[in-house]
């Protein structure tokens, strides 16, 4: 078992390398944002350095819905790639917002050591840290990505937090977003709001010339966003957040992503 003080230490050193050790961002792409009752919705969910073109398929992990009437269901058909998941699922006879979700996707462990002042990274268990060498972060990955779609007039039963990992919890309707407004919203660990928390927020560009914008965003001391929308777009607003695993896990710390996928209109 971890001594608490070594817990306590990777925690406060690991921040800034597990940003940079991840090349990868977890996304859900559905296939509309509007949809209509008891059609089929389809979502793209991968790992990727460029938004949204996938680069690695999510993975096998429990994608679900969550109705406007607050019930929970499964995606039926799930097909993995290698470079994408894509799964579909016929919608109920409800209107309202849907909250489509990938499931948390346990991923890779990653080490991180320093050594003769140079920094080296593993994320083969069997590789063996130097002895006199000062481990930085030892954590596995935890992905999770959402994204909400609505049939009719947006409702917020879906919004409603889980209350468990890491989310963001909207404020805002994720589904009624227009230019010259703003994205309120609050990020959450296991349903308390995360204070001074950093929150990246990519615009696509949509094609395959062109690069991702970026916004780099704090939480304030409840928690909260408030996201300026200046351009209309799809944008993907991105939180990495760490925390002790629990017994037995892989790796002592997780090292939580998620993603949520939204729509900016014109006005």
């Known amino acids: 078992m971890m001594r608490p003080l070594l817990l306590r230490a990777l925690v406060a050193t690991s921040s800034f390398v597990m940003l940079t050790a991840h090349a990868h961002t977890p996304y859900l792409l559905p296939s509309s944002f509007d949809v209509q009752p008891k059609e089929t919705i389809g979502v793209d969910a991968g790992f990727t350095e460029k938004f949204f073109v996938p680069a690695v398929a999510f993975g096998e992990t429990a994608f679900s819905i969550i109705t406007p009437e607050g019930a929970r ?5 799930i097909h993995q790639f290698k470079q994408r ?3 579909e699922q016929i919608l ?17 462990v ?74 309120d919203f609050v990020v959450h660990y296991d349903g308390k709001p995360l204070p001074k928390q950093k929150v990246s ?9 062109s690069q991702s914008t970026v916004q780099h965003l704090s939480t304030d001391a409840d928690g909260k966003v ?7 777009g ?23 992503n998620y993603t949520l996928t939204f729509r900016v209109l014109d006005q």
């Open 201 to 209: 927020v990519y615009r696509s560009a949509m094609d395959l010339a």
């Open 110 to 183: 990653f080490r991180t050591w320093e050594r003769n002042g140079k920094t080296e990274s593993a994320r083969d268990p069997k590789q063996v840290i130097p002895a006199d060498a000062r481990l930085l972060s030892h954590y596995q990955s935890l992905s999770v990505a959402e994204a909400y779609v609505t049939a009719g007039k947006p409702s917020t039963k879906a919004l409603a937090p889980v209350g468990k990992g890491l989310e963001i919890v909207a404020i805002t309707h994720p589904g009624d977003l227009y230019v010259n407004e703003k994205f």
């Open 92 to 108: 109920p006879d409800e209107k309202g917002t849907y909250r489509l979700s990938t499931g948390p996707r346990l991923g890779a």
């Open 234 to 256: 799809l944008y993907l607003a991105l939180v990495r957040y760490q925390s002790p695993a629990p017994a037995g896990a892989a790796a002592p710390m997780y090292g939580n």
């Open 73 to 77: 269901i499964a995606f039926g058909d």
């Open 85 to 87: 998941t894509i799964a």
């Open 226 to 232: 408030a996201l300026p929308l200046t351009k209309s």
